[in-house]
């Protein structure tokens, strides 16, 4: 008796641990190792067949075979996918496989996160959707009245009328009530240092109270380090975790989530709410594989926020036509306008220089810090001379 509940503990840690993720078996024995769940590879097979029985666990091959498009209107023709990424044929690539010693498929597309192939067994934890979480199908938590006002939003977290504004207006998005034919995408338009990430701040708080999960994902490792700490100090209570390439395995299911788009990928309806920062940069924008992972990522009910200065021509034709909720932030955190670029053209190089020491003047009088670059690095030894 005594042994079968050590059992069950170790599978309810196992089922923790790989709920809403996709995990090779590799992957998921390194979460083990790293956890001191050291398991040979017939008792992982044991406890994956148990979760199994119990509708916790889903095994699939890697790259499976499916029915494609003949192009003719009959006939299907079949095909192969991956199921990590959704890439299809054009993607893989075939080779002999050590470990099934025959001719086997891998992606081409994800083999950056590792090598995935035919023969790979691939592991979805079944998502549970709880009494108290904010996805609970049919049962929506609505955010309270007058807690996601910006009066309020600006008094709680020191955001600026603007931000405030854009702040409200997510959150209403956030917890609006999630009839499928309701569009699951919500747009920031803010210029660059309007403080996109402090607009998140009462998003985050909000989804997470009502037991929620919140991903912030965003296409640059470097990023992903320079906000965990702040995200950190803001949520100090938070359980969170920070993935990236090379990065240490998580553990549990935090709530909080800050991780490269590519992360992405291990993940199928983990998050009631994902953040995608910067929708127009590399490598997410007008990139299939990544929007289909962000996509896939969120709960059945769950709400994507996309970020952008600069959102892509696709996005904007989409909210001009009102089919994609959005607000814009036109003006910095400071609430200071933009500088707006003026070209000043010469002539003779004595002409171009008077102007020049005009602009550089006037600037000067009225307490501006000045940037002044030149063609060529060679140039700039005797532009210092002559502006001393």
């Not at 890697?62 to 494609?68: C, F, K, L, N, P």
């Not at 709410?273 to 289909?292: K, Q, Y």
């Not at 220089?353 to 063609?375: E, H, I, N, T």
Request: charged share 25%; glycine share 8%.
């Amino acid at each position: 008796r005594k042994g079968n509940r050590l059992e069950m503990e170790l599978l309810h840690r196992l089922y923790a641990m790989t709920e809403g993720r996709l995990l090779l078996t590799s992957e998921l024995n390194r979460m083990l190792a790293a956890e001191g769940l050291d398991a040979d590879k017939q008792q992982l097979q044991k406890w994956v067949e148990a979760g199994v029985k119990q509708k916790r666990l889903i095994v699939n091959y890697g790259i499976i075979e499916v029915q494609g498009d003949s192009g003719w209107g009959f006939m299907p023709k079949k095909t192969v996918k991956c199921l990590r990424c959704g890439s299809g044929e054009e993607s893989i690539r075939w080779s002999r496989c050590a470990k099934c010693k025959r001719s086997c498929p891998y992606c081409e597309a994800c083999l950056q996160m590792g090598k995935i192939r035919g023969c790979s067994v691939l592991i979805h934890g079944i998502p549970q959707y709880h009494e108290h979480s904010c996805s609970t199908i049919g049962k929506p938590s609505p955010v309270p009245e007058g807690s996601s006002s910006p009066q309020t939003l600006r008094e709680a977290w020191g955001l600026s009328p603007a931000q405030a504004d854009a702040a409200s207006a997510a959150l209403r998005f956030v917890h609006a009530r999630p009839f499928s034919p309701e569009p699951s995408m919500f747009l920031i338009w803010a210029v660059t240092g309007a403080g996109k990430t402090e607009m998140m701040f009462p998003l985050i708080d909000s989804v997470t109270k009502k037991g929620g999960r919140v991903c912030i994902a965003t296409p640059r490792k470097d990023v992903v380090i320079e906000l965990a700490p702040r995200l950190k100090e803001r949520f100090p209570a938070l359980s969170t975790s920070v993935l990236y390439g090379g990065s240490d395995p998580t553990l549990h299911s935090p709530a909080l989530t800050l991780a490269t788009t590519h992360q992405l990928l291990r993940f199928q309806e983990a998050f009631d709410l994902v953040v995608i920062d910067e929708v127009d940069a590399f490598p997410f924008h007008n990139n299939n594989m990544l929007n289909f992972a962000a996509e896939r990522a969120v709960r059945r009910d769950g709400k994507r926020v996309l970020l952008s200065a600069t959102p892509p021509e696709r996005l904007r034709r989409m909210a001009a036509k009102g089919r994609l909720p959005h607000v814009k932030v036109p003006c910095r955190f400071h609430g200071f306008p933009l500088p707006v670029p003026v070209l000043v053209q010469s002539g003779s190089s004595k002409r171009r220089w008077d102007k020049l020491v005009r602009c550089l003047d006037a600037s000067l009088k009225r307490g501006a810090q000045l940037f002044l670059f030149v063609p060529k690095i060679g140039q700039t030894t005797g532009m210092v001379d002559a502006l001393r």
